[in-house]
């Protein structure tokens, strides 16, 4: 089952508060709100395929959090997941991408192995074919970042 995240929108006021829609295998499945003030995500499953909590895809998507395998967390120990987590981790993905596909438009973005996770290096100028050269001389393995978005448009 694949969760992503689409139309992120960080409410004004600075308190955390969020919205964003929930899509599973690539369909919109639910409106996730998020009020800044602590507890769970607010989700509705979207009408149109009359999909309500203990509707068919709620029950889909709470029953494959629930096979999920246990996470081991070092400070508390093993951790149940949720299904607010797992939509955290996509808010998180998607974010990354959305921050990493603003610098791909102006600079060169490249991921060298043995870097720490979520660690990028960029250049202030887009990739040329000298710069490629270069990055793949001196750190072998390295991705270059820009190439995963297509910024034509």
């Given at each position: 089952?694949?969760?992503?995240?689409?139309?992120?929108?960080?409410?004004?006021?600075?308190?955390?508060?969020?919205?964003?829609?929930?899509?599973?295998?690539?369909?919109?499945?639910?409106?996730?709100?998020?009020?800044?003030?602590?507890?769970?995500?607010?989700?509705?499953?979207?009408?149109?395929?009359?999909?309500?909590?203990g509707g068919p895809l709620c029950t889909k998507v709470q029953?494959?959090?629930?096979?999920?395998?246990?996470?081991?967390?070092?400070?508390?120990?093993?951790?149940?997941?949720?299904?607010?987590?797992?939509?955290?981790?996509?808010?998180?993905?998607?974010?990354?991408?959305?921050?990493?596909?603003?610098?791909?438009?102006?600079?060169?973005?490249?991921?060298?192995?043995?870097?720490?996770?979520?660690?990028?290096?960029?250049?202030?100028?887009?990739?040329?074919?000298?710069?490629?050269?270069?990055?793949?001389?001196?750190?072998?393995?390295?991705?270059?970042?820009?190439?995963?978005?297509?910024?034509?448009?």
């Open positions: 089952m694949d969760l992503t995240v689409r139309n992120y929108k960080l409410w004004r006021g600075g308190s955390g508060a969020f919205s964003c829609t929930l899509y599973v295998d690539g369909r919109r499945a639910a409106l996730v709100m998020y009020d800044g003030k602590g507890g769970p995500f607010m989700l509705n499953w979207a009408p149109s395929d009359r999909m309500r909590c029953a494959w959090v629930e096979a999920l395998p246990r996470v081991c967390d070092p400070q508390t120990g093993i951790l149940k997941r949720t299904l607010d987590s797992i939509i955290d981790k996509c808010i998180a993905e998607f974010l990354e991408a959305q921050q990493l596909r603003r610098w791909c438009r102006s600079k060169t973005v490249v991921r060298i192995p043995g870097d720490k996770e979520g660690t990028y290096r960029t250049w202030s100028w887009l990739p040329t074919s000298k710069l490629r050269k270069h990055i793949e001389a001196r750190y072998p393995g390295a991705e270059i970042l820009n190439d995963r978005f297509d910024l034509t448009a």
